[in-house]
């Protein structure tokens, strides 16, 4: 027995580490200083804009929702807006590849048909970028959903013509949007100026012809019923007191 517990202490033992060869703790050395400087000499790590693939085919995404389309929706938007911002790194949103950006947007809306989320993001964030065709093309991305749902998905669009006048400044572009609005958005609960958006950009290509004429239209159609904001706009707009309604 004493033998057996003498030879279990031996083996339990701590060996000191000056027993260790000299060789082995100098090949130790050198493993552990080799490792540290080649993780010194690493280049930073770089987010890559290319990794972003194309999304699931909306069959396969049907599947993967298990039956709760909304919330998968708001789990891919969550997802979506995550990638540009990586643990510890960072990818611009201009370096996104937007054309796959516009096909994650479109699936979650086809999940989500009564969400302005992705529209709003669309128009808000990814349509901020200092790129104009980036930004025209997300804009039409909101113009398609718009026009599905006019009545849902009018303050995007509505932002869709701030953007291409102050940032794309393709007076234009805004006029089709804003006559878009004007031409779809039937609720009356919309506030007037959303419609009225037409006139403001005519006023700025010079064409206030055309924007006199389309005050009077809505002065008829009732758009405008308050006679102090109708004073203003024709003041603003330059009609003549004897056209006055």
Known sequence: M???????????????IKSVPALVSALLLLAITSQLTWHYHLPAPEAKASSMSLPPSQEVLQLMSLG????????????????DNQPGLSIPFKNLDYIKVV?????????DPLSQ????????????????????????????????????????????????KHRIKDLDLALRYARDI????????????????????????????????????????????????YRFLKERLGVEESESH
């Open 103 to 111: 096909a994650w947007l479109e699936r979650v809306a086809r999940l």
């Open 68 to 83: 709760d389309s909304v919330a998968f929706a708001k789990l891919m938007m969550l997802n979506l807006q995550a990638f």
């Open 117 to 164: 989320y992705p529209y709003l993001t669309a128009a808000r964030v990814y349509a901020e970028v200092q790129d104009d065709d980036k930004r025209v093309l997300m804009l039409n991305f909101v113009r398609q959903g718009f026009l599905k749902d006019p009545e849902r998905q009018w303050p995007a669009m509505a932002h869709a013509v701030f953007v291409a």
């Open 182 to 229: 004007r031409v779809h958005l039937k609720q009356s609960a919309v506030p007037s100026w959303v419609r009225q958006m037409e006139l403001f950009v005519l006023e700025d290509l010079g064409d206030l012809e055309s924007a006199q004429i389309l005050l009077g239209g809505f002065l008829e159609s009732g758009i405008i019923k308050d006679e102090k904001e």
């Open 2 to 16: 004493l033998l057996k517990l003498t030879s279990w202490q031996a083996f339990n033992k701590e060996r000191s």
